[in-house]
Every structure is written in C-alpha cells, then in structure tokens.
C-alpha cells in the first residue's frame, strides 16, 4: 500500500506544494532510494527530505504503512569457545585446552606456545 496523498487537483494547495507532493507520493510509490530517486529526477535529496518532512508535518502526507523500518533488529550473539582441542606445534609443543578458551585467547596463546624452543 502505497502512501497516502491528498487530492492532487486541490486547488488550495500553492503550485509549490503540489509539484512536491506528486514528487513525493512517486518517489515512494518507485521503491527507489532517496538518492536514486532525487538524482533521477533532477532535485537534491536534501530537498526530497526536507518537502516529504513539511508535507507530514502538514497532515498532506503519511508514509505507507509497509515501508520498511528505518532500524533493523540486530541479534549480536556471544563469541564461539573453543570446546577442547590438543595441538602440536611445528615446534614440538603440544597443547592440550579442555574448554572454555575464545579465539582471541586461543590465538595468544598459541603465539606464546610458538615461541618456545
């Protein structure tokens, strides 16, 4: 469902407000991104941004109801763990972890073990 527009032939509206509400209701019907959209139609996007602003704010446009979030939900999940490993080293070193190690401090840790003669 497309954003709502007031009537385009309203001739309350000043000439101004009107080219911009037609440019407006289309850039949202296009599925464009802003910037796609305003270059392609030969205006800024700071001005795109700032008439779909001033045609909200005047009650002469709202967003379709299924535009997509302008935030998305993120899920940041905890880093893996080493369950157990051993390891032999080319340098003869074997290294036996039982668990509980990340790798970032498997990663330490095995540099330290490289080091060794």
Avoid at 4 to 30: G, K, T
Avoid at 39 to 64: D, N, Q
Avoid at 97 to 104: F, S, T
Wanted: charge should be positive.
């Amino acid at each position: 469902m497309a954003g709502s527009a007031v009537s385009i032939v309203d001739s309350e509206l000043p000439e101004r407000e009107r080219v911009w509400l037609l440019r407006v209701h289309a850039w949202e019907r296009s599925g464009q991104s802003g910037r796609v959209f305003a270059t392609e139609a030969g205006v800024t996007l700071s001005a795109l941004r700032y008439w779909r602003g001033v045609l909200i704010g005047k009650g002469l446009f709202s967003p379709a109801k299924d535009s997509p979030p302008l935030f998305q939900k993120v899920l940041i999940t905890p880093p893996s763990l080493v369950a157990g490993c051993r390891l032999r080293l080319p340098n003869g070193v074997v290294m036996e972890v039982d668990g509980g190690l990340d790798g970032e401090g498997l990663a330490r840790l095995l540099v330290v073990a490289g080091q060794l003669p």
